[in-house]
């Protein structure tokens, strides 16, 4: 039904736009052990990456379906002074090569856009992996960072990105992975939280519903 599944899509935007108008404290930061502290409900995952993503910085996009994601990239691109944008991922290309110019140098790029292996809800991190085309090297060398990722991908924790990556590969795990929490940043130089020193100064996640079912 068409119109029950708008609903609940509105739904979710609205969960979200209220969870980023009125944040509220991480949770209780235990480590990642075989129990999990935060057991958000499946529908609310969404919403728990949206809130914990945005307050480490990153931009986040929700998106109802491809065509909503390239209409929203293409009113960040017009308002963005960017020109050089670099994607090699094979399912980039095919998404975007008939939309936006890809640019093959990469140390000459404003924007890298990649996609991802999995993404944490409960700590807003992005995770990447050696499997992937040039994940690791676009993610870190470029400016900009745009992860185009889909609500699939959603897991409550590392502890589940790990399983999923153990059971997605099976014996070819991925000779490294990559967890990017918002942009670049250190506390290192004169005590000082500097961000985009040693990679993005901007990371912007689109999430695309792949889940009719929400």
């Given at each position: 039904?068409?119109?029950?599944?708008?609903?609940?899509?509105?739904?979710?935007l609205?969960?979200?736009?209220?969870?980023?108008?009125?944040?509220?404290?991480?949770?209780?930061?235990?480590?990642e052990?075989?129990?999990?502290?935060?057991?958000?409900?499946?529908?609310?995952?969404?919403?728990?990456?949206?809130?914990?993503?945005?307050?480490?910085?990153?931009?986040?996009?929700?998106?109802?379906?491809?065509?909503?994601m390239?209409?929203?990239?293409?009113?960040?691109?017009?308002?963005?002074p960017?020109?050089?944008?670099y994607?090699t991922?094979?399912?980039?290309?095919?998404?975007?090569?008939?939309?936006?110019?890809?640019?093959?140098?990469?140390?000459?790029?404003?924007v890298?856009?990649?996609t991802?292996?999995?993404?944490?809800?409960?700590?807003?991190?992005?995770?990447?992996?050696?499997?992937?085309?040039?994940?690791?090297?676009?993610?870190?060398?470029?400016?900009?960072?745009?992860?185009?990722?889909?609500?699939?991908?959603l897991?409550?924790?590392?502890?589940?990105?790990?399983?999923?990556?153990?059971?997605?590969?099976?014996?070819?795990?991925?000779?490294?992975?990559?967890?990017?929490?918002?942009p670049?940043?250190t506390?290192d130089?004169?005590?000082?939280?500097?961000?985009?020193?040693?990679?993005?100064?901007?990371?912007?996640?689109?999430?695309?519903?792949?889940?009719?079912?929400?």
């Amino acid at each position: 039904d068409t119109m029950a599944t708008s609903k609940a899509k509105e739904n979710i935007l609205k969960k979200i736009r209220q969870a980023l108008s009125h944040p509220v404290p991480l949770p209780f930061p235990q480590s990642e052990g075989t129990q999990s502290v935060f057991h958000p409900p499946a529908d609310d995952s969404t919403v728990v990456f949206a809130e914990t993503f945005t307050r480490l910085q990153g931009k986040f996009a929700y998106c109802t379906d491809v065509a909503d994601m390239k209409m929203q990239l293409s009113l960040l691109f017009r308002n963005r002074p960017w020109s050089k944008y670099y994607f090699t991922d094979p399912e980039i290309v095919r998404l975007l090569e008939d939309s936006f110019p890809g640019y093959t140098d990469l140390p000459s790029c404003d924007v890298a856009i990649t996609t991802c292996e999995y993404l944490s809800a409960r700590t807003g991190t992005i995770v990447l992996s050696a499997a992937q085309h040039k994940g690791r090297t676009s993610s870190i060398y470029a400016p900009v960072h745009i992860c185009i990722a889909y609500t699939s991908q959603l897991r409550n924790d590392i502890r589940e990105v790990f399983v999923s990556i153990k059971e997605k590969h099976g014996n070819n795990f991925p000779s490294m992975v990559t967890f990017a929490t918002g942009p670049s940043r250190t506390a290192d130089i004169e005590k000082t939280l500097v961000t985009g020193v040693h990679g993005p100064k901007e990371v912007y996640c689109f999430l695309v519903d792949d889940q009719t079912s929400l």
